[in-house]
């Protein structure tokens, strides 16, 4: 099967060549090439594959790729990056299509590398507590993988997203206060290189839990969002899974009293696992979207891990902090089941408010700020919200100081759209002007370019733009994306 006229003139947009026979041949070439590397299940250049791999979660349109690939190995992924490479086309990598970015949008179009036939985990290390894995496997296909090891992987975005594209972004999530984002739990990569060079960033099959050999070339991949390389494996840490967990949700008077015990949970040495924020908007929202019953306040949803005995003195530490802020009395989820009801309405929470306004989408912002600089951004956040009419209910991760306003839209509103815009771009430099980032988990992806900019400056913005063009001199992987096209 051959790519139809108008997919050929997208794909080589991407080549400057003399005449139009020329021009067909190249792509014909190509087409021949992928298919003798992946086979012909392996290549598809049908218009509902191609749209499925051109958007993810977030509110940008879909930017389809001219062609998809689904390599089955590390050298397949190296032989099409090279013909890739060979004829200027560019590359997006695309895992689960769960990010929130637009970062797997096909903005020049080009050739995405669909990596779900890699689904294998590679090597166990029970002793060690680490793993390695091929970029199909998903964080609950690793944690159902490890059920009967003692060993889990806590990291969790909420999404069963992919763990290299979990890298890739440098996600993190409700037990990022206990166990760290992924930036902390990787320990090596395998990368493709956008001219076919494999990479082992901390060295072949090396998996130390610590190092101070070299440059730290892995951290310089976890959160290049595949602007730099495609990640095909990646080793990971791993933990013993708790001998006791035990939940609770507790109500406060004020946003400024449930953060302040936040605060002073972390300021007393409580290793608290999850420790998680919803106002009064959100918690409603949850109410009625899973059947809950909560008090409509801001309200803390809290986890704790460990043995029995540390457990209680976990929560009696926990317990007295919140009361001394006007917090209820803990309501308790002990065993799995409830424990699992109460966190799967908290990771509901974003089709808890899409809900509120049936019929309308859904776009979440994601900055984070220092802790005792939490109270006076929310606070600012609701006033925004409200005075402009608009709806965004808050949930975040207040123990790293990161929560995201759910901004629920009309798509066919124009004008509602441009109120949002505004809003967000006010919430993320509000963020800036108390010395955090315009992201904490999400990546920057297409949107947040221009606020990377003013959060790095433009000396750093030179840096990551030098390293882009070491790495990839052609500006083929994953084209305008995280940095912003250069104007010469």
């Known amino acids: 099967m051959l790519l139809g006229l108008t997919h050929r003139r997208c794909l080589l947009k991407c080549r400057s060549v003399k005449s139009q026979t020329t021009r067909s041949a190249v792509v014909d070439s190509a087409l021949s090439a992928f298919r003798s590397i992946c086979g012909e299940d392996g290549v598809s250049l049908a218009a509902a594959v191609r749209e499925q791999h ?23 992924v190296s032989a099409v990056a090279k013909v890739c490479h060979k004829h200027d086309f560019p590359i997006i990598p695309f895992g689960t299509g769960t990010g929130l970015e637009g970062g797997v949008g096909a903005v020049k179009g080009g050739v995405c590398f669909s990596l779900r036939n ?22 609950k296909a690793l944690n159902a993988y490890l059920r009967d090891t003692g060993l889990w992987f806590p990291v969790d975005p909420g999404a069963d997203a992919s763990l290299c594209g979990m890298a890739a972004t440098s996600a993190s999530g409700t ?36 190092t101070s050999a070299g440059y730290n070339l892995t951290n310089l991949f976890v959160g290049s969002e595949g602007t730099l390389g495609i990640i095909t494996k990646t080793t990971l840490r791993l933990y013993g899974i708790p001998e006791s967990m035990v939940s609770a949700i507790c109500s406060f008077p004020s ?50 891990h460990g043995s029995e005995r540390s457990l209680e003195e976990q929560v009696n530490t926990a317990e007295d902090i919140t009361q001394s802020n006007g917090g209820s009395d803990f309501q308790w989820a002990r065993d799995p ?18 809900a509120l306004r049936p019929g309308c989408k859904a776009y979440s912002t994601d900055v984070c700020v220092p802790l005792s600089q939490l109270p006076q951004i929310i606070v600012e956040t609701k006033e925004d919200l409200m005075e402009n009419r608009l709806t965004g209910p808050i949930a975040g991760h207040v123990g790293d100081g990161n929560f995201h306003c759910l901004m629920v839209v009309d798509p066919d509103d124009p004008e509602e759209l441009h109120r949002v815009h505004l809003f967000t771009e006010r919430l993320a430099r509000r963020a800036l002007a108390m010395d955090g980032t315009c992201t904490g988990e999400h990546g920057v992806g297409l949107g947040k370019r221009a606020l990377l900019c003013e959060e790095l400056g433009h000396t750093s913005i030179q ?10 001199p052609k500006n083929l992987m994953n084209p305008e994306k995280v940095l912003q096209l250069r104007r010469v």
């Open 463 to 472: 840096v990551m733009q030098g390293l882009k063009d070491a790495l990839d």
């Open 118 to 139: 890699m689904d294998q985990v590679l090597d166990l290390h029970q002793e060690d507590f680490d793993v390695t894995v091929e970029p199909g496997v998903t964080r």
């Open 175 to 210: 037990n990022a206060v206990r166990y760290g984002t992924m930036r902390e739990n990787v320990l090596n990569l395998e990368v493709v290189l956008a001219d076919g060079t494999i990479v082992h960033t901390a060295g072949k099959g090396r998996r130390p839990r610590k």
């Open 337 to 354: 089941e409830t424990r699992n009801k109460l966190w799967k309405a908290r990771h509901d929470a974003w089709y808890a408010a899409q």
């Open 255 to 304: 946003v400024q009293a449930a953060v302040d015990s936040t605060v002073q949970i972390l300021q007393s040495g409580v290793p608290i696992a999850r420790i998680e924020f919803l106002d009064d908007v959100m918690i409603d929202a949850c109410n009625r979207f899973s059947s809950l019953s909560y008090p409509v306040t801001p309200t803390l949803f809290l986890e704790f």
């Open 54 to 76: 051109g958007k993810d979660e977030s509110v940008h349109r879909c930017r389809p790729p001219d062609v998809v690939v689904f390599p089955r190995c590390v050298e397949e």
